[in-house]
């Protein structure tokens, strides 16, 4: 009797054992959702990526993966085997950066939804995003961006989000969003020597709604700066150093319904009568 609750003891202790190892694999390898659409690396320690890395059986059925918190310092740029991939999180890499030769960064022709946040992206090259036809949303806050290539967007005919706040931006090309028909949201906020040119349009743009740059550089403002935003809803230029209320666009029947949603550290002026008669 003593021995067979002796042998029953240690296949118990062997039981647990085994589940504490499958637990401990289950923590350091990837998880992966039951209908393996997800995958998720997340702070793995990893230098270097490939999608050989990936569960080959699984890898046409990715939608999501995420790749953030690790040490990359390169990623293999063809991300073909995975045909469905819509989004791909890169953020919290911080060696990872746009190729220097200006090929491109990544080339799916699924991928919608890319996050480099806290990357080391340096400049946006007329080459980094032209094999991703179908993105709609682009993340790059807290880099180090003190550059954008004229025509950088030109092959993101999809293009509807654009975060770039907190970079080193102090100028823009202002066509490069000519030619991004959906283009809605463009984020600019706390780029702090960011300014406009003298006498030259901030930006173009037939389709942009709302306008961020909040903490950046702008001490005045032109008819002609907002001139060829023809569509925008929203400015947001609060904690900018305008020392008098911003000239507005030279279109503001657009704003009529409803102006004040400008919003600048200048509302004041604008409750006492710095608004054209036409938009109050």
Not at 23 to 52: G, H, K, P, W
Not at 189 to 194: A, F, I, V
Not at 224 to 251: D, M, Q
Request: with cysteine; glycine share 2%; net charge positive.
């Amino acid at each position: 009797m003593e021995m067979m609750f002796a042998r029953t003891a240690r296949n118990m202790l062997r039981i647990v054992m085994m589940i504490v190892i499958l637990n401990i694999c289950r923590e350091t390898m990837a998880d992966v959702d039951e209908n393996e659409t997800s995958i998720d690396y997340r702070f793995q320690n990893l230098t270097s990526f490939s999608t050989t890395d990936l569960p080959q059986d699984a890898a046409s059925d990715i939608v999501y993966l995420s790749l953030r918190g690790n040490d990359l310092e390169r990623i293999h740029n063809d991300l073909s085997q995975l045909p469905n991939l819509e989004r791909l999180i890169l953020s919290e890499n911080p060696q990872l950066t746009f190729p220097f030769d200006g090929s491109p960064f990544l080339i799916s022709r699924s991928l919608i939804d890319l996050d480099c946040e806290s990357c080391d992206v340096k400049v946006i090259y007329s080459g980094s995003l032209r094999r991703l036809p179908l993105l709609e949303t682009l993340r790059l806050p807290n880099n180090r961006i003190r550059m954008i290539g004229k025509r950088a967007f030109r092959h993101n005919p999809n293009m509807q989000v654009l975060d770039l706040r907190q970079n080193k931006l102090t100028t823009l090309p202002s066509t490069i969003l000519v030619g991004l028909s959906k283009m809605k949201q463009l984020n600019f906020s706390d780029n702090r020597d960011l300014a406009p040119q003298k006498d030259q349009p901030f930006l173009e743009s037939n389709s942009l709604k709302v306008l961020k740059c909040n903490n950046c550089g702008f001490s005045t403002t032109q008819v002609v700066t907002f001139s060829k935003l023809y569509n925008l809803k929203e400015l947001h230029l609060a904690g900018n150093r305008l020392l008098v209320a911003p000239c507005l666009l030279p279109f503001p029947a657009s704003l009529r319904k409803n102006p004040m949603k400008i919003i600048t550290d200048c509302k004041r002026c604008m409750k006492r009568k710095f608004l054209p008669d036409n938009i109050k």
